[in-house]
């Protein structure tokens, strides 16, 4: 008896209907970062990073210079004008070593080794064309990897996301904590800057797991204990919350054993992403479709995997990917109900919540209010199956396909099977043109 | 895939079914009565009279310098093989017609004796009274001891089928050559060894009488030498001269040309390989000497030389060296692999050999889709045409005057493009005892034939003389050397001239009572057979009726710059030729000063049997060979639908050595082990693929059984067809794996590489399984790893069809199309597994030309014009797909398939291996039981 939506072997809108196996990592696979339009770099705790083509699924490169897990990665290509483009990218080792790597060569631009800590996340702030490191305290580098400034020592668990806001500055999730930093350009010279820690924020009542900006106005953080902050970007106040996805008391259709199980993890917010309307949640086994101007979840799949979500990603066309620890990457739609079903939601579901503790009008209003919106669902559209353990991470190419990492060392190349015969035709009569066997075609 | 499956399918059906499908025997007074003379074992078109022999065998020979000609061993090494064919007497015949040049002796001008690396010699003969015909290689390997340091040899392939021999000559010249260069390669490296022993021998002796000369003269003070000394002195100038003798023989051994070897697959006897186990025994060779060995040859690390006797030994108290200690024991086991590879390759009826040749032939010209259903192993394989011409382009290299010496002999003309050639006689000179026996009309033929052939030997003659006692030579390969003259005739002046040769070279004919026996490919001989029939009863009559316009063989000068500069080297080279008859072993033998036979591609274009190929693509001129009257037994070359069958052919031995296959079907050839047949030769098979052609037998059979027991084949053989993986689960191995073994015949290659075939896993699945393997046995078990196995199953059971041997299920995609109900139609009325296999591989074929249709067609997969829509493109192509293939419904996905391999075979850059692509299809899947 499982309550996780399935779908049939019939999947007529699933375009995926053909794979590549990548094989090269030794251990788990956890990140895929795009470089360009057809190439992207896999890393994981193999400490080797790799560069594939997107297209073929060809090896291109092997990156070899960590000797530890690779805990962050960060492509970092110049926009200058001046300078002929080059792809970097910026990896961060438990080794506590961050290295630049060029992808076009493969060749290790440089290395730094100053840290005192593990660096956690890497953020590259295009505009200012300086990247940040975030381990235990806050660096700020450039382009030829001068240390500009650091923070001082901030919390031993350290920062684990950081994200860009609007006017210079920079929000850094440690622990529990958000803290606003600001970077300020000195007046000496040109290339330096200075770092001020601007404002703490303590809202979460447990560790901040996942940190996205959703617009300039706009960001939000999740938390271990599945709250859901919308902050505001601009003088970090808080717009909006929702902190009970976790709260299966009000759920009239779950289980008591269910409700035994339960474990903080299952609630907890692994990912977040978001299009200019929405926040979509991955919490616990489930996703959540936040609107934020309604200000509340308008739709959601509590269990949309058999284990925890650890991905997701909105692709343009409404459709939703997430991968999970149970090893399949479900893709979802999102659909308007044509009327109201015949049974109504449960309203406890997912109610809104001002501040602090539950408020029955708020309820209430928020029922209130869903009566009179339309209504919302994620249709499972497609499933693929492939990896046989956790799948990490994906990366979504568009018309190219879908790379998909795991735990089982391997990347899979998901593709569109239409499209790739009808490329390889291309391919053949090329080929056939370019032998000059086109007399066989007539 | 492109065999004879509508001729073969009117074979005789198979002893191999279920009881299920066995006719009940009819009561004794309906049933035919029985070919009186067969006896167990027997079938009415075997050449009843003729061979002694159940099947084709090769046997190697000696001319033994002490007891003569004597038959050295049998391949398959089987007296049931032989049977009361006497391998004596055989021996004594094939040992007759050696035309190789073998000599060694001391030419005049050279001081020393002169080794000749001698070419081998290559003859086909019959024998009437015995019913065998025999493919003759003669090769002649050194021994220190025997007479002339020569030993002659030879290896036959004796078959009871004269069309075999004939067509298959150049395949069987091939083959043989490859042993005889291993033989001999090993016997130089043996008698290099021989030698430095003999040296060692020789130094040591001459040391001792040196020092009891020197003694004898301290000893003697009369001022004179006596006898003794006088003795001693020229006991050691003997031995001096034996000493720079033999330092000759070994510098001449070792200098052997070692020519890059023609054939790259074949290197058992590379130089190198020889020199490495030389260097392997080295260190050994420095251990301190064992005292009492006395054994020259045998391989023992160390060696003590030993005083050699003034007088040596005479001949006939020695023991001549096995074939085994001439050659080197590992060369030697190289030359019977090869020789067994041999009779494995020239298995069967001579129309299979033939078909296998043709659509090999034809398979290689379609490059683009040939990968798909067929053996890849034997696209890879060099067709032995191609090598032989290979080896003339090498000989060019070591072409020197005495090769230009050979293109002095008669040229052969073709006319027409159509293979002919006369009818010569070569009547071959035998023991006096015997000619005495024979008709005076016989011997008179001899003698009246010999100038004929010293000349024309060359011409590659194919004649006949037909008594009970003569041995009829068809054809040598020799011949196109013009080397071919005993010495006896080394003073005849050398015929150059092509009229001489044309007036000769009609077709002639000896008749004797005894038997008659027309050896011919000629078919312009078959325009006469009425005039041949009524020669029959008279028969001792000799009939020439020659006629050389439309005959056969025309001479024709050569058109060769070297000609004269070779006819002067001939005149040198017989001025040579001098003959010590102690040293020289049959006088008959001519001479060869050199090898000669890589050589000259001029050689090779002079000869008509290997130049032209057993021509399988003429099969109208099969046709009237077959058709020839005059071999009522069945001789022809036409195809007698018993002697296509190979499993009637079969014996019972090998029967039961194919069931102890593991994955046979062991229940089916109960019955056949039983049967009456046995003609001579189990299952044809060709280029060293005979265990692929027992599997493709025996997947026949067993892919008939599965279509004949399981309801549910279409769906399954869709799955394969359509490139989903098929699994079978089940807990007996032996089951699944026939299974497996059944099912692989129907899925297609995904590249040039093996069979995507796993037959058994007892691991779970993974994904990267299924694109590599489109057919999976796995085992069901009730362990841990056995659960995960089914957990996995059912995790990528999108990607897969699932057949439980057990319950006798099938979990697989719905199939409706037509082309599998064709492919395996349950109510078939084959019942062969050969001959199913054929037929499947002939519907593959089809699907095959149309998936190239498809894949080729450019306008299908790409617009027409550039504001065409996408659309507009797919319906063309389903279209196509639909109406111009004429494909129902998941056919398309078959054809859509097969096109994909070919697309991504033929873009494949030749460096890199092909993706590891896995598509799929999002279908639902439906249980199917029995």
Same mark, same amino acid.
């Given at each position: 008896?499982?309550?996780?939506?399935?779908?049939?072997?019939?999947?007529i809108?699933?375009?995926?209907t053909e794979?590549?196996?990548?094989?090269?990592?030794?251990?788990i696979?956890?990140?895929?970062?795009?470089i360009?339009?057809?190439r992207?770099?896999?890393?994981?705790d193999?400490?080797?990073?790799?560069?594939?083509?997107?297209?073929?699924?060809e090896?291109l490169?092997?990156?070899?210079g960590?000797?530890h897990?690779?805990t962050?990665?960060?492509?970092?290509?110049?926009s200058?004008?001046?300078?002929e483009?080059?792809d970097?990218i910026?990896?961060?080792?438990?080794?506590?070593?961050?290295?630049?790597?060029?992808?076009?060569?493969?060749?290790?631009?440089q290395k730094?080794?100053?840290?005192?800590?593990?660096?956690k996340?890497?953020?590259?702030?295009?505009?200012?064309?300086?990247w940040?490191?975030?381990?235990?305290?806050?660096?700020?580098?450039?382009?030829k990897?001068?240390?500009?400034c650091?923070?001082?020592?901030?919390?031993?668990?350290?920062?684990?996301?950081?994200?860009?806001l609007?006017?210079?500055?920079?929000?850094?999730?440690?622990?529990?904590?958000?803290?606003i930093?600001r970077?300020?350009?000195?007046?000496?010279?040109s290339?330096?800057?200075?770092?001020?820690?601007v404002?703490?924020?303590?809202?979460?009542?447990d560790?901040?797991?996942?940190?996205v900006?959703?617009?300039?106005?706009?960001f939000v953080t999740?938390?271990?204990v599945?709250e859901?902050?919308?902050?505001?970007?601009?003088?970090?106040?808080?717009?909006?919350?929702?902190c009970?996805?976790?709260?299966s008391?009000v759920?009239p259709?779950?289980?008591?054993?269910?409700?035994?199980?339960?474990?903080?993890?299952e609630?907890?917010?692994?990912?977040l992403?978001?299009?200019?309307?929405?926040?979509?949640?991955?919490?616990?086994k489930?996703?959540?479709?936040?609107?934020?101007?309604?200000?509340?979840?308008?739709?959601?799949?509590?269990?949309?995997h058999?284990?925890?979500v650890?991905h997701?990603?909105?692709?343009?066309?409404r459709q939703?990917i997430?991968c999970?620890?149970?090893?399949?990457?479900?893709?979802?739609?999102?659909?308007?109900?044509?009327?109201?079903p015949?049974?109504?939601?449960?309203?406890g579901?997912?109610?809104?919540?001002?501040?602090?503790?539950?408020?029955?009008?708020?309820n209430?209003?928020?029922?209130?209010?869903?009566e009179?919106?339309?209504?919302?669902?994620?249709?499972?559209?497609?499933?693929?199956i492939?990896?046989?353990s956790?799948?990490?991470?994906?990366?979504y190419?568009?018309?190219?396909?879908?790379?998909?990492?795991?735990?089982?060392?391997?990347i899979?190349?998901?593709?569109?099977?239409?499209?790739?015969?009808?490329?390889?035709?291309?391919?053949?009569?090329?080929?056939?043109?370019?032998?000059?066997?086109?007399?066989?075609?007539? | 895939?492109?065999?004879?499956?509508?001729?073969?399918?009117?074979?005789?059906?198979?002893?191999?079914e279920d009881?299920?499908?066995?006719?009940?025997?009819?009561?004794?007074?309906?049933?035919?009565?029985?070919?009186?003379?067969?006896?167990?074992g027997?079938?009415?078109?075997?050449k009843?009279?003729?061979?002694?022999?159940?099947r084709?065998?090769?046997?190697?020979?000696?001319?033994?310098e002490?007891? #003569?000609?004597?038959?050295?061993?049998?391949?398959p090494?089987?007296a049931?093989?032989?049977?009361?064919?006497?391998?004596n007497?055989?021996?004594l015949?094939i040992?007759?017609?050696?035309?190789?040049?073998?000599?060694?002796?001391?030419p005049?001008?050279?001081a020393?004796?002169?080794?000749?690396f001698?070419?081998?010699?290559k003859?086909?003969?019959?024998d009437?009274k015995?019913?065998?015909?025999?493919?003759v290689h003669?090769?002649?390997?050194?021994?220190?001891?025997?007479r002339?340091?020569?030993?002659?040899?030879c290896? =036959?392939?004796?078959?009871?089928?004269?069309?075999k021999?004939?067509?298959?000559?150049?395949e069987?010249?091939?083959?043989?050559s490859?042993?005889?260069?291993?033989?001999?390669?090993?016997?130089?490296?043996?008698?290099?060894?021989?030698?430095?022993?003999?040296l060692k021998d020789?130094?040591y002796?001459?040391?001792?009488?040196?020092s009891e000369?020197?003694?004898?003269?301290?000893?003697?003070?009369?001022?004179?030498?006596?006898?003794?000394?006088?003795?001693?002195?020229?006991?050691?100038?003997?031995?001096?001269?034996?000493?720079i003798?033999?330092?000759?023989?070994l510098?001449q051994i070792?200098?052997?040309?070692?020519?890059?070897?023609?054939?790259?697959?074949?290197h058992?006897?590379?130089?190198?390989?020889?020199l490495?186990?030389?260097?392997?025994q080295?260190?050994?060779?420095?251990?301190?000497?064992? *005292?009492?060995?006395t054994?020259?040859y045998?391989?023992?690390?160390?060696y003590t030389?030993?005083? $050699?006797?003034a007088?040596?030994?005479k001949?006939f108290?020695?023991?001549?060296?096995?074939?085994?200690e001439?050659?080197?024991?590992?060369?030697?086991?190289?030359?019977?692999?090869?020789?067994?590879?041999?009779?494995?390759t020239?298995?069967?009826?001579?129309?299979?050999?033939l078909t296998?040749?043709i659509?090999?032939?034809?398979?290689?010209?379609q490059?683009?889709?040939?990968?798909?259903?067929?053996?890849?192993?034997?696209?890879?394989? /060099?067709?032995p045409?191609?090598?032989?011409?290979?080896?003339q %382009?090498?000989?060019?290299?070591?072409?020197?005057?005495?090769?230009l010496?050979?293109?002095?002999?008669?040229?052969?003309?073709?006319?027409?493009?159509?293979?002919?050639?006369?009818?010569e006689?070569?009547?071959?000179?035998?023991e006096?005892?015997?000619?005495?026996?024979?008709?005076?009309?016989m011997?008179e033929?001899?003698?009246?034939?010999?100038?004929?052939?010293?000349?024309?030997?060359?011409?590659?003659i194919k004649?006949?003389?037909?008594?009970?006692?003569?041995?009829?030579v068809?054809?040598?390969?020799?011949?196109?050397s013009?080397l071919?003259?005993s010495?006896?005739?080394?003073?005849?002046?050398?015929s150059?001239?092509p009229q001489? #040769?044309?007036?000769?070279?009609?077709?002639r004919?000896?008749?004797s009572?005894?038997?008659i026996?027309v050896?011919s490919?000629?078919?312009s001989?078959?325009?006469?057979?009425?005039?041949?029939?009524a020669?029959?009863?008279?028969? $001792?009559?000799?009939?020439?009726?020659?006629?050389d316009?439309?005959g056969?063989?025309?001479?024709?000068?050569?058109?060769? *710059?070297?000609?004269h500069?070779?006819q002067?080297?001939?005149? /040198?080279?017989e001025?040579?030729?001098?003959?010590?008859?102690?040293?020289?072993i049959g006088?008959?033998?001519?001479?060869?000063?050199?090898p000669? %036979?890589?050589?000259g591609?001029?050689?090779c274009?002079?000869?008509?049997?290997?130049?032209i190929?057993?021509?399988?693509?003429?099969?109208?001129?099969?046709g009237?060979?077959?058709?020839?009257?005059?071999q009522?037994d069945?001789l022809s070359? %036409?195809l007698?639908?018993?002697e296509?069958d190979?499993?009637?052919?079969?014996?019972?031995?090998?029967?039961?050595k194919?069931?102890?296959?593991?994955?046979?079907?062991s229940?089916?050839?109960?019955?056949s082990?039983?049967?009456?047949?046995?003609?001579?030769?189990?299952?044809?098979?060709?280029?060293?693929?005979?265990?692929?052609?027992?599997?493709?037998?025996?997947?026949?059979?067993?892919?008939?059984?599965?279509?004949?027991?399981?309801p549910f084949?279409?769906? =399954?053989?869709?799955?394969?067809?359509?490139g989903r993986?098929?699994?079978?689960?089940?807990?007996?191995?032996?089951?699944?794996?026939?299974?497996?073994?059944?099912?692989?015949?129907?899925?297609?290659?995904?590249?040039?590489y093996?069979?995507?075939?796993?037959?058994?896993?007892?691991?779970?699945l993974?994904?990267?399984?299924?694109?590599?393997?489109?057919?999976?046995?796995?085992?069901?078990?009730v362990?841990?790893?056995?659960?995960?196995a089914?957990?996995?199953l059912?995790?990528?059971?999108?990607?897969?069809?699932?057949?439980d041997?057990?319950?006798?299920?099938?979990?697989?995609?719905l199939?409706?199309?037509?082309?599998?109900?064709?492919?395996?139609?349950h109510?078939?009325?084959?019942?062969?597994?050969s001959?199913y296999?054929?037929?499947v591989?002939?519907?593959?074929?089809?699907?095959?030309?149309?998936a190239?249709?498809?894949?080729?067609?450019h306008h299908?997969?790409?617009?027409?014009?550039?504001r065409?829509?996408?659309?507009?493109?797919v319906?063309?192509?389903?279209?196509?797909?639909?109406?111009?293939?004429?494909?129902?419904?998941?056919?398309?996905?078959i054809?859509?398939?097969l096109?994909?391999?070919?697309k991504?075979?033929?873009?494949?850059?030749?460096?890199?291996?092909?993706?590891p692509?896995?598509?799929?299809?999002?279908? *639902?899947?439906?249980?199917y039981?029995?």
């Amino acid at each position: 008896k499982s309550s996780v939506q399935t779908i049939g072997e019939e999947q007529i809108q699933n375009p995926y209907t053909e794979l590549l196996v990548l094989k090269g990592h030794q251990d788990i696979v956890r990140f895929l970062v795009q470089i360009d339009d057809c190439r992207f770099a896999s890393a994981g705790d193999d400490g080797i990073i790799f560069l594939w083509n997107a297209q073929t699924g060809e090896k291109l490169c092997e990156l070899h210079g960590h000797t530890h897990k690779i805990t962050a990665i960060a492509p970092f290509s110049s926009s200058d004008v001046t300078e002929e483009k080059t792809d970097l990218i910026i990896t961060a080792s438990a080794d506590r070593t961050v290295i630049v790597w060029d992808c076009t060569s493969g060749r290790r631009v440089q290395k730094v080794s100053c840290f005192h800590s593990t660096v956690k996340c890497l953020t590259v702030l295009q505009r200012l064309n300086v990247w940040l490191s975030g381990g235990s305290d806050l660096c700020v580098w450039n382009r030829k990897l001068d240390l500009l400034c650091k923070t001082s020592h901030l919390t031993d668990a350290g920062i684990s996301a950081l994200v860009e806001l609007p006017k210079n500055c920079v929000a850094a999730a440690a622990g529990k904590e958000l803290i606003i930093f600001r970077l300020i350009a000195s007046n000496n010279g040109s290339e330096g800057w200075s770092i001020l820690e601007v404002k703490h924020l303590v809202d979460h009542q447990d560790n901040i797991s996942s940190l996205v900006s959703v617009n300039d106005l706009t960001f939000v953080t999740g938390s271990h204990v599945g709250e859901l902050i919308v902050w505001d970007a601009l003088d970090w106040t808080k717009q909006a919350s929702e902190c009970n996805f976790w709260d299966s008391s009000v759920h009239p259709d779950v289980q008591p054993e269910i409700k035994l199980c339960q474990s903080p993890h299952e609630t907890s917010v692994q990912h977040l992403t978001s299009d200019e309307e929405c926040v979509f949640a991955a919490v616990g086994k489930g996703i959540y479709v936040y609107n934020l101007q309604m200000k509340r979840v308008i739709a959601c799949q509590r269990t949309a995997h058999d284990s925890s979500v650890l991905h997701i990603e909105k692709l343009p066309n409404r459709q939703l990917i997430s991968c999970s620890e149970d090893g399949s990457v479900r893709i979802w739609e999102l659909r308007e109900r044509q009327q109201l079903p015949a049974e109504p939601i449960p309203t406890g579901f997912f109610n809104m919540w001002g501040f602090g503790r539950a408020n029955k009008q708020a309820n209430q209003a928020a029922k209130k209010m869903q009566e009179n919106t339309p209504m919302y669902f994620l249709e499972l559209v497609g499933d693929l199956i492939g990896h046989s353990s956790a799948v990490q991470m994906f990366l979504y190419f568009g018309e190219l396909g879908l790379a998909t990492c795991s735990a089982d060392h391997l990347i899979i190349l998901w593709k569109d099977g239409e499209r790739e015969s009808s490329l390889r035709s291309l391919t053949l009569f090329k080929k056939l043109a370019q032998n000059g066997d086109m007399q066989l075609k007539l | 895939m492109i065999s004879a499956p509508d001729v073969v399918a009117f074979t005789r059906e198979e002893e191999l079914e279920d009881d299920l499908y066995r006719e009940p025997p009819l009561p004794e007074e309906y049933s035919v009565p029985l070919f009186p003379f067969a006896g167990q074992g027997a079938n009415p078109w075997a050449k009843v009279a003729g061979s002694k022999f159940t099947r084709d065998f090769i046997l190697i020979s000696e001319f033994s310098e002490q007891v #003569g000609p004597q038959p050295l061993l049998t391949i398959p090494d089987d007296a049931k093989v032989s049977g009361t064919f006497d391998l004596n007497y055989f021996s004594l015949r094939i040992m007759s017609v050696d035309y190789q040049a073998s000599f060694v002796g001391h030419p005049p001008g050279s001081a020393y004796p002169k080794l000749n690396f001698v070419e081998d010699s290559k003859v086909v003969l019959g024998d009437s009274k015995e019913g065998a015909f025999a493919y003759v290689h003669h090769l002649t390997l050194y021994d220190l001891e025997a007479r002339g340091f020569v030993r002659p040899f030879c290896m =036959a392939y004796i078959s009871a089928d004269e069309h075999k021999i004939m067509q298959q000559f150049q395949e069987l010249s091939t083959e043989f050559s490859k042993a005889s260069e291993c033989l001999k390669t090993g016997n130089r490296k043996a008698f290099a060894n021989e030698l430095e022993k003999k040296l060692k021998d020789l130094d040591y002796t001459r040391t001792v009488l040196h020092s009891e000369t020197e003694q004898q003269k301290k000893a003697n003070d009369k001022g004179y030498y006596t006898t003794q000394a006088i003795e001693k002195a020229n006991e050691l100038a003997s031995v001096e001269k034996s000493i720079i003798e033999h330092q000759d023989l070994l510098r001449q051994i070792r200098s052997y040309p070692y020519r890059k070897l023609k054939d790259s697959e074949f290197h058992p006897y590379e130089p190198e390989c020889a020199l490495d186990r030389a260097d392997d025994q080295d260190p050994t060779a420095s251990n301190p000497a064992e *005292p009492g060995e006395t054994h020259l040859y045998t391989h023992v690390p160390s060696y003590t030389p030993k005083l $050699i006797k003034a007088k040596s030994a005479k001949c006939f108290d020695k023991k001549l060296k096995t074939l085994e200690e001439l050659c080197d024991v590992y060369f030697f086991s190289q030359t019977l692999d090869q020789l067994h590879h041999i009779e494995r390759t020239f298995r069967g009826d001579v129309c299979y050999l033939l078909t296998e040749q043709i659509s090999r032939a034809l398979l290689k010209q379609q490059s683009v889709t040939n990968f798909l259903f067929e053996d890849v192993s034997f696209l890879d394989e /060099k067709p032995p045409e191609k090598q032989y011409r290979g080896c003339q %382009g090498l000989g060019q290299d070591v072409v020197d005057e005495k090769c230009l010496e050979e293109s002095l002999g008669p040229k052969v003309v073709i006319s027409l493009g159509s293979y002919k050639s006369s009818v010569e006689c070569v009547p071959i000179k035998m023991e006096q005892e015997m000619e005495d026996s024979e008709e005076p009309k016989m011997s008179e033929s001899v003698t009246s034939e010999q100038q004929e052939n010293l000349d024309y030997l060359d011409a590659d003659i194919k004649g006949s003389i037909s008594s009970g006692e003569s041995i009829e030579v068809l054809g040598t390969e020799k011949s196109g050397s013009g080397l071919t003259k005993s010495e006896s005739q080394a003073s005849l002046p050398v015929s150059a001239s092509p009229q001489a #040769g044309r007036s000769k070279a009609g077709s002639r004919r000896t008749v004797s009572e005894d038997s008659i026996e027309v050896l011919s490919t000629c078919p312009s001989e078959s325009l006469i057979p009425e005039d041949f029939k009524a020669s029959y009863p008279s028969a $001792i009559n000799e009939e020439p009726y020659a006629d050389d316009d439309e005959g056969g063989l025309r001479f024709a000068p050569r058109l060769n *710059p070297g000609v004269h500069d070779g006819q002067d080297d001939v005149s /040198k080279q017989e001025s040579l030729v001098q003959v010590d008859a102690a040293c020289c072993i049959g006088k008959e033998s001519p001479s060869f000063p050199e090898p000669l %036979g890589e050589l000259g591609q001029k050689a090779c274009e002079e000869d008509g049997v290997v130049r032209i190929p057993p021509q399988p693509y003429r099969p109208q001129e099969q046709g009237l060979r077959g058709g020839f009257p005059s071999q009522p037994d069945g001789l022809s070359g %036409g195809l007698l639908p018993c002697e296509l069958d190979p499993r009637y052919l079969t014996g019972g031995r090998e029967v039961s050595k194919s069931s102890l296959d593991e994955c046979s079907d062991s229940t089916s050839y109960i019955s056949s082990a039983a049967s009456t047949c046995s003609d001579r030769t189990p299952s044809p098979a060709r280029g060293g693929c005979a265990a692929g052609d027992r599997h493709r037998k025996r997947a026949g059979q067993n892919a008939l059984r599965f279509i004949r027991q399981y309801p549910f084949a279409h769906p =399954a053989i869709y799955s394969l067809l359509s490139g989903r993986t098929l699994v079978v689960l089940g807990e007996d191995e032996a089951m699944v794996k026939k299974l497996v073994t059944a099912l692989s015949i129907f899925v297609p290659n995904c590249g040039a590489y093996a069979k995507p075939v796993k037959h058994w896993v007892t691991s779970a699945l993974h994904l990267v399984d299924f694109q590599k393997w489109k057919l999976i046995g796995l085992q069901r078990a009730v362990s841990p790893a056995g659960v995960n196995a089914l957990h996995a199953l059912s995790r990528y059971s999108r990607y897969l069809s699932v057949l439980d041997a057990d319950s006798k299920t099938l979990r697989c995609p719905l199939y409706k199309g037509t082309v599998v109900a064709r492919l395996a139609d349950h109510r078939t009325q084959i019942k062969r597994g050969s001959t199913y296999y054929m037929h499947v591989q002939s519907i593959l074929t089809q699907l095959c030309s149309k998936a190239f249709l498809f894949t080729f067609c450019h306008h299908l997969h790409l617009p027409i014009s550039e504001r065409e829509p996408e659309e507009s493109v797919v319906s063309r192509r389903m279209n196509f797909l639909k109406l111009q293939l004429g494909l129902a419904n998941e056919d398309v996905k078959i054809v859509q398939y097969l096109a994909e391999l070919l697309k991504l075979h033929y873009i494949q850059e030749p460096g890199q291996g092909g993706s590891p692509l896995l598509r799929f299809d999002y279908v *639902p899947s439906f249980l199917y039981k029995i």
